[in-house]
């Protein structure tokens, strides 16, 4: 499986991004999609996840509201649309691809594969 991640890059705070995370390797409707960051100095936390069908999604509560998950599974591609983005926002985000097909959003769930990261930078 690989994880093309892309759409970082330098933004003024109060502006947004999209992040995409195209995938190939394996049946990618079948499995739940993370995004991941991790700020310099600081451990990787988790920002959200979507369900294999879309239906369901999860959110950190620093970034809800202000953040979106969405996939398309006909794409094989997951979405982070990052709305109103702040200061400490600025992260390396991953994208990730659960191992349990068809299984239910659960926050901690262990990620099978990781993209390479792109990184979003927010100026003040």
């Known amino acids: 499986v690989q994880l093309q991640a892309s759409g970082g890059g330098l933004v003024q705070a109060g502006g947004s991004l999209r992040l995409s995370c195209a995938a190939s390797?394996?049946?990618?409707?079948?499995?739940?999609m993370a995004w991941f960051r991790q700020a310099p100095g600081k451990e990787r936390e988790f920002i959200a996840a979507?369900?294999?069908?879309?239906?369901?999604?999860d959110y950190n509560d620093s970034v809800k509201g202000r953040f979106t998950i969405s996939r398309d599974n006909a794409k094989n591609t997951v979405y982070l649309q990052m709305n109103s983005l702040k200061p400490e926002d600025t992260a390396l985000y991953f994208c990730?691809?659960?191992?349990?097909?068809?299984?239910?959003?659960?926050?901690?769930?262990?990620?099978?594969?990781w993209g390479k990261g792109t990184l979003v930078t927010v100026s003040s």
């Open positions: 979507v369900s294999w069908s879309g239906r369901d999604t």
């Open positions: 990730a691809q659960e191992g349990r097909p068809l299984s239910p959003v659960v926050r901690g769930a262990a990620m099978d594969y």
């Open positions: 390797g394996r049946i990618f409707s079948l499995y739940n």
